[in-house]
């Protein structure tokens, strides 16, 4: 039995939602009759709403995932969370019901009973569902043919995943009838074709146990005895993958080594560049989150003004030239987090435990409070709230030399967070902007409302975890 595929892990997060849902109107329907003896009050306008944001708050949490990396405990912690999470927010609605006298049958004679309830429900799915994901642990050994490049960084990636692969080289190698990971006879061939003995190559007689699945590289071309086993392969149950295709699944990126020209010529996606309705929805989005973002945390930004000026001396406020949509600078805007020579000696990255970033400028850095500014450069249409993260003109020329395709990321507005700065820990080298660039490709070519939604989620799951740097 294969590992859990990309289809299979998207059927458990719905049926996790859907569960989420029946779970919340059966024990709202099952209290509500328990204390007034009436059907259908868990229907309520209020109740749906609730309903959603619970939804929203798991999601925000990444309890709909089913990664086979999460330990249990880590599971269970963020359902510990979302479960004060849930609490709390009911029980400041039940405080204003009350005190508003909005609908007579108190939410604080629900608040507990449904706690509990919904509680025993989070703990006992999740737990199934890390059960059901870890069944299959031996399941992680996935068979590589042909020749990598990077192949160092491609192993890292699958070990990330806690997955293990054998990479089968038919150019220089035979493999014997009991390949599966015990005999490999090494047999160079300078004609570049697979050499004899072959009969078991690929053969679902011989597959070893616990394979996960067949990547395939896209430095290969596989006789048609081959190309017709990995098709009985796939019939059997057997996931077949191209080395592009597995990165977008599993890893939600496209490392640049690994494209060509003409996969961006005849690869699908790309709406946002070629959908002007797609680019118009988008734009409205922005204005209206925006407007709404900053009369919502004005209190807040407010105080984190007056913090900042009475840390350290300097500006509240600081502003740099960044790269924006089609290679245009503009000047972005910040709070404040260094000190106000952070930069007497010229641009430089930024690094772990800086000493140049002040008290308050941690903190906000770490909430991505330091962010909140760069709203007016959404409003001004220098930004959007999501997309490839701006760099500094200054270290772009460098990049664009050293990186493939590097340039690309600004065919659409910069964005304020995006998919590589939910997906990749914070980067200050020439190497965190080639895997970051990895991920700002995949974003280009698979935009949707959705995928902006679902970054929106992990952003606030970044500030909730205190992950921004």
């Known amino acids: ?51 959603i944001f619970v939804i929203i708050v798991l999601a925000s949490l990444d309890l709909y995932s089913s990664q086979k990396h999460r330990p249990l405990p880590d599971t269970l912690l963020r359902t510990l969370v979302g479960c004060g999470i849930v609490g709390s927010t009911l029980a400041y609605k039940s405080y204003l019901a009350e005190a508003w006298h909005i609908i007579p049958l108190s939410w604080r004679n629900i608040l507990l009973p449904f706690l509990l ?59 014997c009838a009991n390949y599966a990971g015990v005999a490999v006879q090494e047999c160079p061939s300078a004609l570049g074709v697979l050499p004899e003995p072959t009969d078991h190559l690929l053969d679902l007689s011989s597959m070893p146990q616990g394979l996960a699945g067949i990547v395939v590289s896209p430095h290969i071309t596989l006789p048609q005895e081959f190309s017709s086993r990995l098709m009985n392969l796939r019939l059997n ?15 939600g990126k496209f490392p640049p080594s690994l494209l060509q020209d003409c996969w961006f010529a005849f690869s699908d996606g790309f709406i946002l560049l070629s959908s002007r309705s797609s680019q118009v929805i988008k734009r409205i989005i922005d204005l209206a989150l925006s407007f709404s973002i ?54 430089q990255w930024a690094t772990v435990k800086d000493p140049r970033i002040t008290r308050i400028g941690n903190f906000i850095r770490l909430t991505r409070i330091d962010e909140l500014p760069q709203l007016l450069n959404v409003l001004r249409g220098d930004m959007s709230l999501i997309g490839p993260r701006p ?40 190497e965190d902007a080639y895997e970051k660039l990895s991920y700002d490709l995949y974003y280009i070519k698979n935009y949707s409302i959705l995928l902006d939604f679902k970054i929106l989620l992990k952003t606030i799951q970044v500030v909730f975890l205190g992950k921004g740097r």
């Open 294 to 347: 900053l009369v919502i945390l004005l209190p807040l930004l407010i105080l984190i003004a007056i913090l900042i000026k009475i840390d350290s001396p300097g500006s509240i406020v600081y502003s740099q030239w960044r790269t924006g949509l089609k290679g245009q600078p503009f000047r972005i805007y910040k709070f404040r987090s260094m000190t106000q020579d952070a930069e007497k000696h010229g641009c």
């Open 117 to 175: 309830g919904f509680s025993i429900w989070l703990f006992t799915s999740r737990a199934i569902m890390a059960h059901f994901s870890n069944a299959n642990k031996n399941a992680d050994y996935y068979l590589v043919l042909g020749d990598l490049t990077h192949q160092d960084a491609i192993e890292s990636d699958f070990r990330k995943l806690n997955l293990r692969m054998k990479l089968i080289d038919p150019a220089e190698v035979a493999i």
């Open 391 to 430: 760099e500094r003109p200054e270290f772009d020329r460098d990049l664009e030399q050293k990186i493939p395709y590097y340039g690309l990321r600004y065919l659409v507005r910069p964005g304020i967070t995006g998919w590589a700065q939910v997906m990749y820990p914070y980067g200050a080298s020439v």
């Open 1 to 51: 039995m294969a590992t859990i595929t990309p289809t299979q892990a998207r059927e458990i997060k719905y049926s996790l939602i859907a569960g989420d849902l029946i779970a919340i109107l059966f024990i709202l329907e099952f209290v509500y009759f328990n204390l007034s003896g009436d059907f259908g009050r868990a229907l309520s306008l209020p109740s749906l709403i609730y309903m």
């Open 237 to 251: 149950g057997y996931p077949v993958y191209d080395l592009k295709n597995f990165y977008q699944y599993f890893h």
